[in-house]
């Protein structure tokens, strides 16, 4: 803005000439009718100042504003105040004379008409820079004043107050029409920079950088330099939401921010695009220097935030893409980058992945997986397996889960680990889980009225509300099942979307007599809190600590720390992972009975699994044999 306002003050020359050139006239007719030889000297002070501004105004079209330092423009400024206020000064001064020297002539007369058309002609063109035009009429009207009061008749004294009055005037005029403008530009350079720039962090948004980005990539499309751009997600920033509140999510956004600008180096620009999602692109980069940006990026994310006395741990995930190569435009390039981010979350978080063809592989790979899970339903695809948990001292089936299962019609069966997170993805889960719900219970309802059936349920169908009553109702009442022989399985990640929503949720279950269980217990942040929070029917200690029980004092003291607590509240416990002897003769001596694994029973379709049931599985005196049905599994 600076720069414009300067170059507007050279911008019109053929009016200094013109000007100067009428001074000059009316100085030299004045000099002809009085006689007065001083009028010379005045008409030469005009050329002389003229000409001073006119080639003032020829250099400095010649220079090139843009490229002038602060310095420089402020020295040119002052050249053109200096001139325009000489000659305004001059003018006035030339006023003044004649009033003095010549009174009452026609003289006087033409040199006060000149004089006052001066100061209506500066009022009007630069009325927008107060310092311009105080100065250039002050300069005129200060000795056309002084002329005037010195003369102290009627006639010259009212030309004075009509003289003072728009003196005073063009000031306030030309104040108020500065301070208009200097608004007007301050708005439009926030509505400007709402429009590019993000509110809480000052980074460019999603559409300005978008924008750079494309312009980097057509520009060096041809030279060979590389552009890399990196997603950027902070892996537990939700945790830090729902357990400290936005405005702490606010400050952990504030400061991701500033620790991205502080280390990165070279050529870059930043953005964030919403939620807590950032983006990094790297001007002229190269594999090397992507890849130990994104290692600087993930140690910095992994310090700790400090907001008030709170350290948070939130830690980050990096998946970038280097173009042309990978990506010859913004869409291009971000869509690998998000290819190799997923990858990297996948992998287990806290990584930097590089985008490569195997990715996008995969990627088309997941996305016919998702085609075809549209229509698995319907084609009669899904299967549902079920495992028994065994009363270790009867070595009866009390209950058994059912486990999804998906026999594709090309691909043959797909592994759970590989379609569950895509259903989980899509929201395809809901529909799908409430397909295994119902025929669960209808399976369920044909076995011996002493065994349950376990359900496990998704964090989607949790965030529907009331909607997963409303399937379990269903479900009970379509099949005939009593409620107290269903479990609905959750895990800890279900607890923590909206916990007042899901504790009525679990309540009313409860209050149905169906049973809630706790699924992998022992591996939450808060598990304890839990136990505390919800009215949970049954646990189910993690496999992990199950399958480490034997030889390790220190896992044997927590699952005996568990079975007494759950002994106290009330809850079942069982343990899951069991895979030999040892183990089990391990949770017999921690008081734990009931038992799900390998070692009793593998995943059964329902044809098996029906006979299986019929009968203790084991003998309670005898040592169970590890199952020989590995086909089911």
């Not at 004043?145 to 003369?151: A, E, K, S, V």
């Not at 695009?273 to 600087?296: H, K, M, S």
């Not at 990978?326 to 997923?342: H, S, V």
Request: proline share 4%; net charge negative; with cysteine.
């Amino acid at each position: 803005m600076y720069v414009e306002l300067v170059r507007q003050l050279y911008s019109t020359p053929k009016s200094i000439q013109t000007a100067s050139v009428v001074a000059v006239s009316i100085t030299l007719v004045a000099a002809a009718l009085s006689g007065d030889r001083n009028y010379y000297s005045y008409a030469a002070a005009f050329i002389v100042i003229g000409l001073m501004r006119t080639i003032a105004s020829i250099l400095f079209r010649r220079a090139d504003a843009d490229a002038m330092d602060l310095r420089t423009l402020q020295a040119w400024e002052k050249t053109a105040l200096a001139g325009a206020w000489s000659f305004a000064a001059l003018t006035g001064t030339i006023g003044a004379y004649s009033m003095l020297a010549h009174p009452g002539d026609e003289v006087e007369i033409l040199t006060s008409c000149c004089a006052i058309g001066y100061i209506a002609g500066i009022s009007s063109r630069n009325a927008s820079r107060p310092t311009i035009t105080i100065g250039q009429i002050s300069a005129i009207c200060l000795p056309f004043l002084f002329g005037l009061i010195w003369r102290a008749d009627v006639l010259h004294g009212t030309l004075a107050v009509f003289i003072l009055s728009l003196y005073a005037s063009t000031i306030y005029m030309s104040r108020s029409i500065h301070e208009n403008i200097v608004l007007r530009h301050r708005a439009h350079a926030e509505l400007e920079r709402a429009a590019h720039y993000d509110a809480l962090t000052g980074l460019k948004n999603r559409s300005a950088f978008i924008k750079l980005v494309n312009q980097w990539l057509m520009r060096e499309a041809d030279s060979g330099a590389m552009v890399a751009l990196m997603a950027v997600d902070l892996d537990r920033f939700k945790d830090v939401n729902d357990r400290l509140g936005h405005p702490a999510g606010d400050a952990v956004l504030k400061e991701t921010a500033r620790r991205l600008a502080a280390l990165l180096q070279g050529p870059h620009e930043l953005a964030r695009i919403g939620g807590d999602e950032f983006l990094v692109a790297l001007y002229n980069a190269t594999p090397e220097t992507a890849e130990a940006t994104a290692q600087r990026i993930i140690d910095a994310l992994d310090e700790c935030f400090m907001i008030g006395p709170t350290e948070i741990f939130c830690g980050g995930s990096i998946g970038y893409a280097i173009g042309p190569d990978q990506g010859r435009n913004f869409d291009e390039l971000m869509r690998n980058a998000d290819l190799a981010l997923y990858s990297a979350k996948s992998s287990g978080r806290g990584q930097a992945v590089a985008y490569n063809l195997v990715l996008s592989e995969l990627y088309h790979d997941r996305m016919e997986l998702e085609y075809d899970m549209r229509s698995a339903i319907q084609n009669d695809e899904f299967e549902l397996v079920y495992q028994p948990i065994v009363d270790q001292r009867t070595g009866r089936t009390i209950c058994c889960e059912a486990l999804l299962r998906w026999n594709h019609p090309s691909r043959g069966r797909i592994p759970p680990g590989e379609f569950i997170p895509i259903a989980e993805a899509t929201g395809l889960i809901v529909n799908i889980g409430a397909w295994a719900l119902k025929s669960a219970c209808a399976e369920a309802a044909t076995w011996p009225s002493d065994i349950r059936v376990a359900v496990n349920l998704s964090p989607l169908q949790f965030r529907k509300g009331r909607e997963i009553v409303e399937t379990v109702r269903d479900a009970l009442a379509s099949t005939g099942l009593a409620p107290h022989r269903l479990d609905l399985e959750v895990t800890e990640s279900v607890l923590i979307e909206d916990t007042e929503q899901t504790l009525g949720i679990i309540e009313e279950f409860r209050a149905a007599g169906i049973g809630v269980s706790l699924d992998d217990f022992g591996t939450g942040f808060s598990s304890l809190g839990y136990l505390n929070d919800f009215p949970f029917s049954k646990l189910k200690i993690d496999r992990k600590f199950c399958q480490r029980v034997v030889g390790s004092p220190r896992t044997q003291s927590i699952i005996r720390g568990i079975s007494q607590l759950t002994r106290d509240l009330g809850i079942e416990l069982v343990a899951e992972g069991i895979e030999d002897r040892d183990q089990l003769a391990a949770m017999r001596t921690l008081g734990i009975n009931a038992i799900q694994g390998f070692l009793f029973c593998r995943p059964l379709p329902v044809a098996q699994l029906r006979t299986v049931i019929r009968s203790p599985i084991f003998a309670p005196t005898d040592q169970p044999k590890k199952s020989r049905n590995k086909s089911a599994a």
